[in-house]
């Protein structure tokens, strides 16, 4: 992936952030996010010109503690590193940082970013605002994106606790997934323009595109299921995402322009740092975080189940698992792979040829 980032424009140093990001969602087994969407999200959007490869982080407005950064439809992965970065550097000197961005694309999974905080001994936290996909409470038309909302928190174990998905009840990407598989979508995840449940992917994929589709808020359709909390939470991020940092919003995030052709997404991010050290001590505050995850995990285990999980845990595992061995890759996956490297020209031999 690095060498073909590179053939399309991007730096080196980008081009393996870029890489690590999609690689690091295979190996902690979020497939709907990694490999699956080296080609069409990036390189396909990269050779569309509405992308660019080489990303100019400007720094538009700055404080001790904050700052605004508008990237210029550079690469989202190099884009939320730094500024993910930035927001540690000032939590370190002031106990807290926050950057928010404007103009980005679309930066691989947020927890890799909420991880990087866990990493220094900080809460990490992070969300996005995407392309219109999910209706608000009581109405079919697709105005949200999945706009995760994520926390790293660093713990004593081996793992740090990762609570990394969308605020929708399923995202466009494991919808994506679906399809390259051959699989339906569980009926109640996404309605259609008469109010009614879709479950055919493919079929999802172009009425999400057209409008006559729409996914549903976390929680589900309407109040009984209390979808009305995903929808709530999803305009958290959509505000923190946009207001913040004067960026783009809901429908203006299409990626189509007034005559129908591409245009660049211009997403926005926000990151925050919070150091632990500054209230109670990393040492004392991992402990207790610790603490509240095992006595979690001890708790008594449903009929037919055999253990309770904590966010990140089931992650890591698969972490543990891949990170030698190296991650499956689809039929499908495999034949984008092949056919950027014929295109772009490149002499990798795969090992699944």
């Not at 979020?30 to 720094?59: L, M, W």
């Amino acid at each position: 992936m690095k060498c073909a980032f590179m053939k399309v424009g991007v730096p080196e140093k980008d081009a393996e952030i870029c890489a690590d990001v999609l690689m690091e969602s295979d190996r902690r087994g979020i497939e709907s996010h990694g490999c699956n969407r080296f080609k069409p999200i990036y390189i396909d959007r990269i050779q569309a010109k509405i992308q660019n490869p080489v990303t100019e982080f400007e720094i538009v407005r700055e404080t001790p503690t904050t700052a605004v950064v508008d990237g210029h439809d550079g690469m989202g992965m190099v884009i939320g590193r730094k500024s993910m970065e930035m927001a540690i550097d000032k939590a370190k000197k002031f106990g807290m940082g926050m950057v928010a961005v404007r103009n980005s694309t679309h930066y691989g999974i947020a927890g890799y970013y909420a991880t990087m905080a866990t990493k220094e001994n900080m809460i990490g936290i992070t969300g996005t605002n995407a392309r219109p996909s999910v209706a608000p409470t009581f109405g079919v038309q697709n105005m949200l994106g999945t706009n995760p909302l994520t926390f790293g928190i660093p713990t004593d174990e081996e793992f740090p606790f990762v609570l990394d998905c969308a605020t929708s009840i399923t995202q466009r990407g494991k919808i994506e997934y679906y399809a390259r598989i051959g699989k339906s979508v569980p009926e109640g995840m996404v309605i259609g323009a008469d109010g009614t449940a879709l479950t055919d992917s493919n079929r999802i994929l172009i009425d999400l595109v057209n409008g006559t589709a729409a996914l549903a808020p976390l929680g589900g359709i309407g109040e009984e299921l209390a979808g009305y909390k995903g929808y709530g939470y999803s305009t958290v991020v959509e505000i923190l995402s946009a207001a913040l940092q004067a960026g783009s919003f809901l429908n203006m995030l299409t990626g189509i322009g007034e005559k129908g052709e591409k245009v660049p997404y211009r997403l926005g991010h926000f990151f925050i740092a919070i150091d632990t050290e500054a209230f109670v001590g990393s040492s004392e505050f991992k402990k207790t975080a610790g603490d509240i995850l095992r006595e979690l995990r001890a708790s008594k285990v449903a009929p037919g189940q055999e253990r309770i999980y904590t966010a990140g845990e089931k992650e890591y595992l698969t972490w543990l698992e891949r990170k030698d061995k190296g991650v499956p890759i689809g039929e499908a996956v495999q034949k984008e792979f092949i056919t950027v490297r014929n295109s772009l020209g490149l002499k990798h031999k795969f090992p699944f040829e």
